[in-house]
C-alpha cells in the first residue's frame, strides 16, 4: 500500500459533518454535551475555585497544616493535564507546604512527561509511576487473598494525597465496574505490577479491602476534571472520597436513541484532545468503546492523530493472533521477573489483550500519522483523509460515531479480555478491510486538500 496523506487539521465536527447524511446515532461522554454550555471561566479559574469549595468538603488548605508533604497522584489521561497539574501545584504552594511530589501513571508518555516537568519548574518534582521497581514502592496492606500489595512509596510517605482523576463515562460497559476499582484511583493503577497483574485477572470485588486502601494512605478527598466533546477540560470538582464512587455518568446522545440501542455495522471513534491524549492506550480505551457498539463482523473505524510507532512485539503478538488464533503472551509463556522480584510486563501486553479482544468481532481500519506498514503489521487498514473515509464508509447505510471515545472506555482496557476465552480471527475478515482501504487509496492521488 502506497502511504496515505494523512489530514493534519481534522476535527470531530468536521468529521460528524460529513457523515451526517448516514449517522444514525452519535455518543459522548455526559460532561461533553453539545447543548450543556462550558463550564464558566478559565481553566485556572476552575482549578482554584474547586480546591477553595469542594463539593460537602471544606476547603483543600484546611486539610492540610503547614508544612505538610503533598503527593498529587495523577492519571495521564486528565485532559489538559500539564495545565491542571501545574495549576494544582501553584495553589498549594501558595499554602504553605512542606513539598509537592507528582506521581503521574505508567502510560503517561515521555512527551507528556516532558512537557510537565518543565511547566512545574522547581515548584514540584514530576515521576512516573514504575510497578516494577522496589525501591519506588511500599508495602501497605494485604489482599483478600493474603497477597501483598505495595503502592508508589510517594503515597505512602505523603503527609497528604490529591488524586487527580478524569471522570469517565461508564455507559459504553466495562467488565471492571467503578465499584470494583479503588474510587481515590490508587489501586491498582499506582500499586506494584504483581497486583495489578492478580487484578487485570480477577478484579478484587471487595469494597471493605478498597476503602481500607484508602483510609490506610489517608486519601480524602478526589479532584475529578471532565472532559469537553472536543477532548479538552470542562468542569473540575473535588469531592470527598465516598462519593466518588458515583462518578460514573451516563453517555448522552444524538438522534433519540437510547445508548443501550446504539448499534451499526460501521462505527466511527475519534480519540478527541491534543497531543497528550494521542497514546495507544487511548486507541485501546476508544476501541474497546466502540466495539461495545458494533455489529459482529462489523468495521470499525479509529480516528486519531498518533504520531509514535506502537510499543515493540505488538504487531509480531497481533499477527501470531491472526494466523494461529492464539494470544500468546510473554508474561506467561516466559515471565520476566525484575531484579526486585516483581512481574516485568511489556508495555504491548495490555494493548494485546484490549486489540485481540475487539479484533475477534471487528475489522479494524486506523487513521493515524504512521507509516501504513506500521499499521498494517497490526492487521489492520488504514485511512488517510476524510474524504476516504467518506468513500470507505459508502456502502453502509447507518454509521455510528463516538466522540471523545478515549473517555467511555475502561481506565485499564485489558480487563475487558480473558486470553484464555478469546476466540480466533478469520483472517479473510481482516484482510478484506485492508483490501477495500488499498481500493479507496487507489483513487486517491495523494494531492487532496483536508475535507
Not at 500500500?1 to 455518543?27: K, Q
Request: proline letters at 6%; hydrophobic letters at 40%.
Amino acid at each position: 500500500m502506497t502511504a496515505a496523506h494523512h489530514d493534519a487539521t481534522f476535527s470531530g465536527e468536521a468529521i460528524a459533518d460529513a457523515l451526517a447524511d448516514r449517522l444514525a446515532w452519535c455518543l459522548h461522554p455526559a460532561s461533553a454535551g453539545e447543548s450543556q454550555e462550558r463550564a464558566a471561566g478559565d481553566l485556572a479559574q476552575r482549578v482554584q475555585a474547586a480546591l477553595s469549595e469542594p463539593i460537602d468538603f471544606p476547603a483543600i488548605s484546611q486539610a492540610m497544616i503547614p508544612g505538610d508533604r503533598v503527593t498529587l497522584t495523577v492519571e495521564a489521561m486528565v485532559p489538559e493535564l500539564v495545565d491542571t497539574v501545574g495549576t494544582v501545584v501553584q495553589w498549594l504552594a501558595n499554602h504553605d507546604v512542606g513539598g509537592i511530589d507528582v506521581v503521574v501513571s505508567d502510560d503517561a508518555s515521555d512527551e507528556l512527561m516532558m512537557d510537565l516537568a518543565q511547566r512545574l519548574g522547581a515548584a514540584a518534582k514530576a515521576t512516573r509511576h514504575q510497578s516494577d521497581r522496589r525501591d519506588s514502592l511500599m508495602y501497605l496492606v494485604a489482599d483478600a487473598g493474603a497477597e501483598p500489595v505495595y503502592v508508589n512509596r510517594q503515597l505512602a510517605d505523603a503527609d497528604f494525597v490529591l488524586p487527580i482523576r478524569c471522570r469517565r463515562s461508564a455507559i459504553a460497559g466495562q467488565s471492571v465496574g467503578p465499584d470494583q476499582s479503588d474510587p481515590a484511583g490508587v489501586y491498582p493503577v499506582f500499586s506494584d505490577s504483581a497486583s495489578l497483574q492478580r487484578f487485570t485477572r480477577q478484579p478484587n470485588d471487595d469494597a471493605g479491602f478498597r476503602q481500607n486502601l484508602s483510609m490506610t494512605i489517608g486519601i480524602q478527598a478526589v479532584m475529578w476534571v471532565e472532559p469537553t466533546i472536543d477532548g479538552q477540560a470542562n468542569r473540575i470538582t473535588c469531592q470527598i472520597v465516598s462519593d466518588a464512587e458515583h462518578h460514573n455518568e451516563p453517555t448522552e446522545i444524538s438522534k433519540g436513541v437510547s445508548p443501550d440501542q446504539c448499534r451499526a455495522n460501521a462505527v466511527v471513534v475519534i480519540v478527541d484532545g491534543d497531543s497528550h491524549q494521542q497514546t495507544w492506550m487511548n486507541v485501546a480505551r476508544a476501541a474497546v468503546a466502540g466495539a461495545r457498539h458494533l455489529n459482529e463482523d462489523g468495521l470499525l473505524v479509529i480516528w486519531s492523530q498518533l504520531q509514535k510507532d506502537p510499543p515493540e512485539r505488538l504487531g509480531a503478538i497481533l499477527q501470531r493472533f491472526v494466523d494461529s488464533g492464539v494470544l500468546e503472551l510473554p508474561s506467561r509463556s516466559d515471565p520476566v521477573e525484575s531484579d526486585d522480584g516483581f512481574p516485568v510486563v511489556s508495555p504491548a501486553e495490555p494493548l494485546a489483550k484490549a486489540f485481540a479482544q475487539v479484533m475477534q468481532d471487528a475489522r479494524v481500519v486506523l487513521h493515524s500519522h504512521l507509516a501504513d506498514e506500521v499499521v498494517e503489521d497490526l492487521g489492520w487498514g488504514t485511512v488517510g483523509s476524510v474524504k476516504q473515509l467518506v468513500r470507505l464508509l459508502e456502502s453502509q447505510k447507518e454509521v455510528g460515531l463516538i466522540r471523545a471515545a478515549q473517555f467511555l472506555g475502561p481506565e485499564l482496557p485489558e480487563t475487558v479480555a480473558d486470553p484464555n476465552h478469546i476466540r480466533p480471527v478469520d483472517d479473510t475478515e481482516q484482510q478484506s478491510s485492508i483490501d477495500r482501504q488499498d481500493d479507496t487509496d487507489s483513487q486517491d492521488d495523494g494531492s487532496e486538500s483536508p475535507l
